[in-house]
């Protein structure tokens, strides 16, 4: 017997039928014996469909109520399926991030889980029952309902499995697991078996939203071992765990695309001491974390600054880097949304020359111009224009033959 955390993404319980049929595909462990925790998302499209209503009555929606409108969602989709478990003859309850006591920190729209009670859960497992629960929703100590950030539900499963201690947290959705790129936008993407926890957070802060990156750390942290898999087919998925001495360290082992960032960049900005705080003191202050960064030189005591923010906080942070300019002098700003950010990663490029130029080289050929790099010991990240996403993942997965069973070595 053991304890299992499933997780089913937004498109595994897109309607009443896919519901019924996650429902049968929980009962089956549970018939075997294990106490099962399942934590489910909205179904697919329902929290895009919030977000558009909050916008409709707010222009920057009061983050407090728009976290009370997104945590709705995932509400329907948790009543619905212990009907369908109760319908077919088991027992299950459904309960919110509140009930079981999520505990977050008071960051709307991005909180923090701090802790969880698990108390209740145990309670339920011991009357026999399924435990269904909310995914992407907490609660703050003074009961302000809290959501996690896009793509939370794989958190609350993992968050839950460590406080559980659970024996494997399975996370289902619309892939039958981590592929070497995204296999929706590449069709020779590969399935990867086993990969590191290190090397899923690279890949999944760069982009692969298969997990949401605080899902992997909490494993990391707790040790949990993961397993992302198809709702829709029985295959062997992709296992998430600690480096082991049979792994083998690939230069390269995934193409990652992130088109939601965007650029902005401040010119002719006096090139002296404490320009860059006063740039980027008041966009951290803001809560807006900025990623790529680059200072040109310039002849002279001018020079320009560029960098990117997530494309959520680009209207703020615009508006911010319009006061600052206008205190430090600088000629003028401007900023770019239609920019990806594409990236590289593997723990083998640590031991590897020449992996970043061969990036460079294939995006060079395919007339492809890159306007910020970003590198890492395990990544290499290029800024390019957002229309070449696709042919500059496909053209990088072909170039380091991620197809392929035993890839070339460059160098
Ligand atoms: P869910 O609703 O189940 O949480 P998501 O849409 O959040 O599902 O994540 C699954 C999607 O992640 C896939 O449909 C796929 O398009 C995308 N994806 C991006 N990169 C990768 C990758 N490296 N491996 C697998 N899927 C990926
Ligand atoms: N429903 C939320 C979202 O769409 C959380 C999730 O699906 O993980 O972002
Ligand atoms: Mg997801």
């Given at each position: 017997?053991?304890?299992?955390v499933?997780?089913?993404?937004?498109?595994?319980?897109?309607?009443?039928?896919?519901?019924?049929?996650?429902?049968?595909?929980?009962?089956?462990?549970?018939?075997?014996?294990?106490?099962?925790?399942?934590?489910?998302?909205?179904?697919?499209?329902?929290?895009?469909?919030?977000?558009?209503?909050?916008?409709?009555?707010?222009?920057?929606?009061?983050?407090?109520?728009?976290?009370?409108?997104?945590?709705?969602?995932?509400?329907v989709?948790?009543?619905?399926?212990?009907?369908?478990?109760?319908?077919?003859?088991?027992?299950?309850?459904?309960?919110?991030?509140?009930?079981?006591?999520?505990?977050?920190?008071?960051?709307?729209?991005?909180?923090?889980?701090?802790e969880?009670?698990?108390?209740?859960?145990?309670?339920?497992?011991?009357?026999?029952?399924?435990?269904?629960?909310?995914?992407?929703?907490?609660?703050?100590?003074?009961?302000?309902?809290?959501?996690?950030?896009?793509?939370?539900?794989?958190?609350?499963?993992?968050?839950?499995?460590?406080?559980?201690?659970a024996?494997?947290?399975?996370?289902?959705?619309?892939?039958?697991?981590?592929?070497?790129?995204?296999?929706?936008?590449?069709?020779?993407?590969?399935?990867?078996?086993?990969?590191?926890y290190?090397?899923?957070?690279?890949?999944?802060?760069?982009?692969?939203?298969?997990?949401?990156?605080?899902?992997?750390?909490?494993?990391?942290?707790?040790?949990?071992?993961?397993?992302?898999?198809?709702?829709?087919?029985d295959?062997?998925?992709?296992?998430?765990?600690?480096?082991?001495?049979?792994?083998?360290?690939?230069?390269?082992?995934?193409?990652?695309?992130?088109k939601?960032?965007?650029?902005?960049?401040?010119?002719?900005?006096?090139?002296?001491?404490?320009?860059?705080s006063?740039i980027?003191?008041?966009?951290?202050?803001?809560?807006?974390?900025?990623?790529?960064?680059?200072?040109?030189?310039?002849?002279g005591?001018?020079?320009?600054?560029?960098?990117?923010?997530?494309?959520?906080?680009?209207?703020?942070a615009?508006?911010?880097?319009?006061?600052?300019?206008?205190?430090?002098?600088?000629?003028?700003?401007?900023?770019?949304?239609?920019?990806?950010?594409?990236?590289?990663?593997?723990v083998?490029?640590?031991?590897?020359?020449?992996i970043?130029?061969?990036?460079?080289?294939?995006?060079?050929?395919?007339?492809?111009?890159?306007?910020?790099?970003?590198?890492?010991?395990i990544?290499?990240?290029?800024?390019?224009?957002?229309?070449y996403?696709?042919?500059?993942?496909?053209?990088?997965?072909?170039?380091?033959e991620?197809?392929?069973?035993?890839?070339?070595?460059?160098?």
């Amino acid at each position: 017997m053991a304890l299992i955390v499933q997780k089913f993404g937004g498109t595994s319980v897109a309607d009443p039928e896919k519901i019924k049929a996650v429902a049968e595909r929980v009962m089956k462990n549970a018939a075997n014996g294990n106490k099962m925790v399942v934590v489910l998302s909205a179904m697919s499209g329902e929290t895009n469909r919030f977000v558009n209503l909050a916008h409709q009555m707010q222009d920057h929606p009061d983050p407090r109520e728009y976290d009370m409108l997104l945590a709705t969602g995932e509400q329907v989709t948790i009543s619905l399926f212990a009907m369908a478990v109760k319908a077919a003859g088991m027992d299950a309850i459904s309960l919110l991030g509140d009930q079981v006591k999520i505990k977050t920190d008071g960051r709307h729209t991005r909180a923090r889980i701090k802790e969880i009670d698990t108390d209740l859960i145990k309670k339920y497992h011991g009357e026999g029952k399924i435990v269904v629960v909310a995914g992407f929703q907490g609660v703050t100590d003074d009961d302000h309902i809290t959501t996690l950030g896009r793509g939370g539900s794989d958190t609350t499963a993992v968050a839950l499995a460590a406080a559980l201690k659970a024996d494997v947290c399975e996370i289902f959705t619309d892939v039958e697991g981590v592929y070497t790129t995204d296999p929706n936008i590449c069709n020779k993407a590969k399935k990867i078996e086993k990969i590191t926890y290190d090397e899923m957070l690279e890949l999944a802060s760069l982009g692969a939203k298969v997990l949401d990156i605080r899902s992997v750390s909490f494993a990391k942290r707790y040790k949990v071992p993961l397993h992302v898999r198809s709702t829709f087919t029985d295959t062997e998925g992709t296992w998430v765990i600690e480096e082991d001495q049979q792994m083998e360290s690939l230069p390269v082992s995934g193409v990652t695309y992130n088109k939601n960032e965007a650029r902005i960049t401040i010119s002719k900005v006096p090139d002296t001491p404490g320009t860059a705080s006063k740039i980027f003191t008041p966009i951290s202050d803001a809560g807006i974390v900025v990623d790529v960064i680059i200072q040109n030189t310039r002849s002279g005591d001018l020079t320009d600054m560029t960098f990117t923010v997530p494309l959520a906080d680009y209207d703020q942070a615009m508006e911010i880097v319009a006061k600052v300019a206008k205190e430090i002098n600088a000629e003028s700003y401007g900023g770019d949304k239609d920019i990806a950010k594409i990236s590289i990663v593997g723990v083998g490029m640590r031991n590897h020359a020449g992996i970043a130029t061969t990036m460079f080289r294939v995006l060079a050929n395919e007339g492809i111009n890159i306007s910020m790099i970003s590198t890492s010991e395990i990544k290499v990240s290029c800024v390019i224009d957002e229309k070449y996403t696709e042919l500059a993942v496909r053209s990088l997965h072909d170039a380091f033959e991620l197809d392929k069973d035993n890839p070339a070595k460059p160098n």
